[in-house]
C-alpha cells in the first residue's frame, strides 16, 4: 500500500468576496505541480457560494463534472435543455463530452451554500454530453457507506463514463469500516468532510485527504463522530 497525504492546511484558496473558493489540486491562479490530480481526479474545489451569487454560463469539453452540494442548493441550467436545484443530500453529474454551456448559482438569496465541484477525466472522450442527478438523502444510514456514483448503468446509482465509484457515509466514533478497491488497478482518494479518521497510521481531520493506491483494500478507523466520501478511480 502507497499513500500520499493532502492536509487541509496545504489547499490552495482563492477569496473573491462573493466565492470562497478550497481547491485539493491545481486550478485557476492556483498552481503546484505536486498536486495536479490523484490518477484520473483531476479537480476537487470545496466552494462557499455567497446567496445569489454563482457561476454564469462557461463552456466544458471532455470532463465528467459532479456536484454534491454540502449545504444549500445550486440552481443548474445547461445548453442541452436542463434546469433545476440541487440540494444538500443530492447529487448531480454531467458528461460533458464534445462540449456543454451550463451555469450554477446558489438557490438561495438569504444564506450561502457550500458545494463540492469535482472534475474526473472521462474514460471515453468526444462522447454526446449528458445530465443526471439523484437524490439519496432517503438512503444515507448512520454506519454505512452509499455508493453515489458508479461505472454500472443502475436505478440506485448516477452512472459516470469512467470506471470510478463514489461512495459516502456517516459513522459514529470507534467504527471500523474495510473497503474494498472497486476495480483492478484503481487507488482511492478519501476526503473528510467532518471529524477525524485513521487510514494505516494517518491521522484525518476535517477536510484532510489520503491517496490510497497499490492496494486492493483499506481500513478506516473513526477517531470521532465523522462523514468522508471516497473516490476510487483509476491511477493509469
Same mark, same amino acid.
Given at each position: 500500500?502507497?499513500?500520499?497525504?493532502?492536509?487541509?492546511?496545504?489547499?490552495?484558496?482563492?477569496?473573491?468576496?462573493?466565492?470562497?473558493?478550497?481547491?485539493?489540486?491545481?486550478?485557476?491562479?492556483?498552481?503546484?505541480?505536486?498536486?495536479?490530480?490523484?490518477?484520473?481526479?483531476?479537480?476537487? %474545489?470545496? &466552494?462557499?457560494?455567497?446567496?445569489?451569487?454563482? #457561476?454564469?454560463?462557461?463552456?466544458?469539453? @471532455?470532463?465528467? *463534472?459532479? $456536484?454534491?452540494?454540502?449545504?444549500?442548493?445550486?440552481?443548474?441550467?445547461?445548453?442541452?435543455?436542463?434546469?433545476?436545484?440541487?440540494?444538500?443530500?443530492?447529487?448531480?453529474?454531467?458528461?460533458?463530452?464534445?462540449?456543454?454551456?451550463?451555469?450554477?448559482?446558489?438557490?438561495?438569496?438569504?444564506?450561502?451554500?457550500?458545494?463540492?465541484?469535482?472534475?474526473?477525466?472521462?474514460?471515453?472522450?468526444?462522447?454526446?454530453?449528458?445530465?443526471?442527478?439523484?437524490?439519496?438523502?432517503?438512503?444515507?444510514?448512520?454506519?454505512?457507506?452509499?455508493?453515489?456514483?458508479?461505472?454500472?448503468?443502475?436505478?440506485?446509482?448516477?452512472?459516470? %463514463?469512467? &470506471?470510478?465509484?463514489?461512495?459516502?457515509?456517516? #459513522?459514529?466514533?470507534?467504527?471500523?469500516? @474495510?473497503?474494498? *478497491?472497486? $476495480?483492478?488497478?484503481?487507488?482511492?482518494?478519501?476526503?473528510?468532510?467532518?471529524?477525524?479518521?485513521?487510514?494505516?497510521?494517518?491521522?484525518?481531520?476535517?477536510?484532510?485527504?489520503?491517496?490510497?493506491?497499490?492496494?486492493?483494500?483499506?481500513?478506516?478507523?473513526?477517531?470521532?463522530?465523522?462523514?468522508?466520501?471516497?473516490?476510487?478511480?483509476?491511477?493509469?
Amino acid at each position: 500500500m502507497k499513500t500520499i497525504f493532502y492536509p487541509e492546511s496545504e489547499r490552495g484558496h482563492n477569496d473573491i468576496g462573493w466565492l470562497k473558493a478550497n481547491f485539493s489540486f491545481s486550478f485557476a491562479s492556483y498552481y503546484n505541480p505536486e498536486k495536479m490530480n490523484f490518477g484520473a481526479l483531476r479537480v476537487l %474545489n470545496d &466552494d462557499i457560494i455567497a446567496a445569489g451569487r454563482g #457561476f454564469g454560463s462557461h463552456p466544458h469539453d @471532455n470532463m465528467e *463534472i459532479i $456536484t454534491i452540494p454540502l449545504k444549500g442548493g445550486l440552481e443548474h441550467k445547461d445548453s442541452m435543455g436542463n434546469t433545476g436545484v440541487v440540494n444538500a443530500g443530492e447529487v448531480q453529474v454531467m458528461s460533458a463530452g464534445t462540449g456543454v454551456y451550463h451555469s450554477e448559482y446558489n438557490a438561495s438569496h438569504k444564506e450561502a451554500a457550500n458545494t463540492l465541484q469535482i472534475w474526473l477525466c472521462p474514460k471515453e472522450r468526444n462522447i454526446q454530453p449528458r445530465y443526471d442527478q439523484m437524490s439519496f438523502k432517503e438512503r444515507f444510514k448512520l454506519n454505512e457507506l452509499t455508493t453515489l456514483i458508479s461505472p454500472q448503468k443502475s436505478k440506485d446509482t448516477l452512472w459516470i %463514463n469512467q &470506471d470510478a465509484t463514489f461512495s459516502m457515509g456517516k #459513522f459514529e466514533a470507534g467504527q471500523t469500516i @474495510n473497503y474494498d *478497491i472497486k $476495480t483492478k488497478g484503481n487507488g482511492a482518494y478519501i476526503f473528510v468532510l467532518d471529524g477525524a479518521a485513521k487510514i494505516n497510521s494517518q491521522v484525518l481531520n476535517k477536510k484532510d485527504a489520503l491517496g490510497v493506491y497499490d492496494t486492493s483494500s483499506l481500513t478506516i478507523i473513526t477517531e470521532e463522530p465523522s462523514r468522508f466520501l471516497i473516490i476510487d478511480v483509476p491511477m493509469s
